[in-house]
């Protein structure tokens, strides 16, 4: 290191003397003898400016690498915070579709449930109709099977729809 600074300070006054003017041959001497101690003297405050100079720009760059690792840091944090959000607001979207699937499936089983129960219903009072009707013998033999023949497809009716309300359960107890 010293050897550098002492190189280019020595670099430096033979610059300054073979670019130096050109005076009167009288001169010529005490101008060279000048110049060269001058130049000695110039350098040596810059020199020690320069070492001075180096250790502050090392120090700066020091300084500016924590900054800049720091900054990196911060970043990925920054960063991870972010996805760590978008995860758990997908977690959230998920979580709400799937709340909104249980409550589509406990609405279908409760319509099932309720169609059921008015098929039955229309089941019973086709029953009682047929019955009174034959009490009081109405009704020939063809219409007698035509009824019978509508309360077994109705009766039948009843058996899918009480097969879907199974499948029905089945689907929204998989689903919690």
């Known amino acids: 290191m010293k050897l ?7 670099l430096l006054s033979s610059f300054q003397l ?6 009167t041959n009288d001169t010529i001497n005490s101008t060279q003898v000048n110049t060269a101690s001058d130049t000695i003297n110039k350098l040596t405050p810059i020199v020690v ?4 100079n180096k250790e502050a720009l090392k120090e700066e760059a020091k300084q500016l690498k924590t900054k800049m690792r720091e900054e990196k840091k ?16 997908k ?21 099932l449930k309720t169609k059921i129960s ?10 009682e109709k ?4 034959t009490s009081k013998e109405k009704l020939s033999d063809t219409e007698i099977e035509k009824e019978n023949i509508k309360i ?4 039948i009716k009843i058996n899918k729809l009480n097969d879907d309300l199974t499948k029905a359960e089945e689907k929204l107890s998989k689903l919690r």
């Open 74 to 89: 911060a970043l990925k944090e920054a960063k991870k915070l972010e996805q760590e959000k978008k995860d758990f607001e």
């Open 49 to 52: 400016n320069t070492v001075a």
């Open 152 to 155: 077994s497809k109705q009766q």
């Open 4 to 10: 550098k600074l002492i190189l280019s300070a020595v």
């Open 118 to 127: 008015n098929e039955e219903k229309s089941l019973a009072n086709r029953k």
């Open 130 to 133: 047929l019955e009174k009707k």
């Open 18 to 23: 073979f670019f130096a003017q050109n005076t």
């Open 91 to 111: 977690k959230q979207k998920a979580f709400a579709k799937q709340q909104d699937k249980i409550l589509s499936g406990e609405k279908s089983v409760n319509k």
